[in-house]
Each structure stands twice: as structure tokens, then as C-alpha cells.
């Protein structure tokens, strides 16, 4: 019995150039958001205390916000995510990265500096829509109206 070829001369030859930008990127955002969603710093800033904030201004009786508390307090704890996300979030990110060297090596790859600038926004976007759909969710169970 004879063994022939199976795969054609070459097959498992590197490539060694870089790999397509888009999905460098890809990779990247990726890599960006599990980051993001696994750190439990950044998961307690920006879902956990907002959330903790829109329950408790809604259902505690507080202050005079008026009949409809949520219609107040859902958009401004939306706000106060969205900001919490985009700055602080990103903020705690890129101190992690610098302490464990991860800066470094993100420079070291053929990824350019836009592209891991990049990845770091897609994944907040991805966050912040994650969030929007969770505090909408939340706020309609609360009794929150958007207007149409």
C-alpha cells in the first residue's frame, strides 16, 4: 500500500507578511472588549454603580424630581455611563496595560498606533451599547417612557 500526497508542496509554509489590517483589527477589538467586560474594576464602573444609582434615585423617595422619577433619573444614569465608559473606563484600561507591559508589546506588533487607538474606541462602543440596551431595560421595568 502506497502513501500518497495528500496536500500540495507548500501548503504548511509560513507567510511571513503581516496580516490584513481589518483583521488585525478585528483581533484587536476583540481582544479590547472580553479585556474590558473581565475586568471587575471596570465592570463596577460602569454597569454596577450606574445601575445601583437608577434604582436607588427611582425608587427612593428623595428630593422633589416630580411624579415620574425615571423619566429624571434614566437618562441622566444613561449619561453618567456613557462618560464613565468612555473616559474613566479607558483611563484604568491603559494604566493596566502600562503596569503589566502590555503597552510595550502593543507597539511591538505590526498593528499601527491607529489601530490599537481604534480597537480600544470599538470596544467602548460595543459597551456602550450593551449598556444602553441594559439601562433601557431597567428603566422600562421601572416605569421609564422614552418619548417617541
Known amino acids: 500500500m ?6 500540495a508542496p507548500g501548503t504548511f509554509t509560513p507567510d511571513p507578511r ?11 477589538f476583540g481582544l479590547e472588549l472580553r479585556l474590558l467586560l473581565r475586568n471587575g474594576e471596570q465592570l463596577l464602573l460602569t454597569m454596577f454603580i450606574p445601575i445601583t444609582l437608577l434604582v436607588g434615585l427611582t425608587l427612593l ?3 422633589s424630581f416630580g411624579p415620574n422619577r425615571a423619566a429624571t433619573f434614566v437618562p441622566a444614569i444613561m449619561a453618567l455611563a456613557v ?6 473606563g479607558q483611563a484604568i484600561a491603559v ?37 444602553s440596551i441594559l439601562f433601557g431595560a ?11
Request: aromatic letters at 10%; charged letters at 15%; proline letters at 7%.
Open 2 to 7: 502506497t502513501v500518497g500526497n495528500r496536500f
Open 18 to 28: 503581516p496580516a490584513a489590517i481589518s483583521r488585525m483589527l478585528k483581533a484587536q
Open 61 to 63: 423617595p428623595l428630593g
Open 83 to 88: 462618560i464613565s465608559t468612555a473616559f474613566t
Open 95 to 131: 494604566a493596566f496595560d502600562r503596569r503589566y507591559g502590555a503597552l510595550k508589546r502593543l507597539g511591538a506588533t505590526a498593528l499601527p498606533v491607529w489601530g490599537i487607538v481604534a480597537g480600544k474606541s470599538l470596544a467602548v462602543v460595543a459597551v456602550v451599547f450593551l449598556q
Open 138 to 148: 431597567i428603566g422600562i421595568a421601572l416605569g421609564w417612557r422614552p418619548p417617541l
